[in-house]
């Protein structure tokens, strides 16, 4: 991911460890100096092979992200999360029946 407004409103410059998790359909990118991952050189997040596979995310796929720079964490939402968390908001507001 290159999104840098996202990158630099959380203050996190190449070679920032990071910690990638997946919780409820969402992965969570949170700094850690302990982290497996890093942010690359370019200022970029790289979602490794596996967790793209938790979420069932392929090349190309856009995701919604969103910064919490006071957590200094990044919620990335994937297509079917976006989709369920859109289908309880219609059920909630519309109810059952659609209408």
């Keep these: 991911m290159a999104d840098r407004t996202v990158m630099r409103a959380l203050g ?9 998790r997946e919780h409820r359909g969402l992965i969570i ?7 497996v991952f890093a942010v690359t050189k370019e200022g970029r997040l790289r979602l490794p092979a596996v967790v ?5 995310l392929t090349a190309g796929d856009r995701v919604f992200l969103a910064a919490e720079p006071d957590c200094s964490r990044l919620v990335v939402h ?9 289908a309880q908001a219609h059920l909630a507001v519309l109810g059952g029946d659609g209408a």
């Design 12 to 20: 996190w410059a190449a070679g920032r460890r990071l910690d990638i």
């Design 29 to 35: 990118v949170a700094a850690d100096e302990r982290g």
């Design 78 to 86: 994937p297509p079917a999360a976006l989709d369920a968390m859109i």
């Design 52 to 56: 793209r596979q938790w979420c069932g």
